[in-house]
């Protein structure tokens, strides 16, 4: 009589033919980790610098308003210091806002470079894989057909 074909152990030794390389997902794994950490940077050294810009410009304008709200001699003084307030808190503004637009652009400039980085990375990354995969899987190829040939 005619042996059934145990398909369990030519499945077992098909999959042995093509092993999955693991070091390519943790390749991948930490390429991603090292990309997450330099956009983390660049979106902390952000905060940071706005940090900075807007405690400076509440100390700024602060201090103005101290000048604005002490006493004065003569009533006329008065609008004075604030037409004098209004004014410097306008220029305030404008510098602050300008300062801020520079950490914007330069968020903008390293976020730019980081994902042409990641993107030539990936190629690469892929490329590299795909020509170890089709060598693997020629090789393995070349194995089972032996194999059978035997």
């Known amino acids: 009589m005619t042996k059934t074909p145990d398909i369990t152990k030519v499945m077992q030794d098909m999959m042995a033919s093509f092993p999955v390389d693991a070091s390519a997902f943790q390749n991948a794994f930490k390429t991603q ?3 997450g950490e330099k956009f983390t940077k660049v979106a902390l050294e952000a ?4 940090t900075e810009i807007s405690s400076k410009w509440a100390k700024d ?3 103005k308003l101290t000048e604005t709200a002490k006493a004065k ?3 006329s003084e008065y609008s004075k210091a604030v037409t004098d307030f209004a004014s ?3 220029e305030l503004a404008a510098e602050n806002l300008a300062a801020f637009a520079e950490v914007a ?3 903008q400039m390293e976020t730019v470079e980081l994902m042409l980085a990641a993107g030539k990375d990936a190629s690469e990354e892929a490329q590299a894989a795909v020509k170890k995969a089709t060598a693997d899987a020629t090789s393995a190829v070349k194995k089972a057909a032996a194999a059978a040939a035997k």
């Open 33 to 35: 980790a090292a990309m």
């Open 47 to 50: 905060a940071d610098k706005s």
């Open 61 to 63: 304008t602060i201090a």
């Open 73 to 75: 001699a003569d009533p």
């Open 88 to 90: 410097a808190a306008a």
């Open 105 to 107: 652009k330069k968020v």
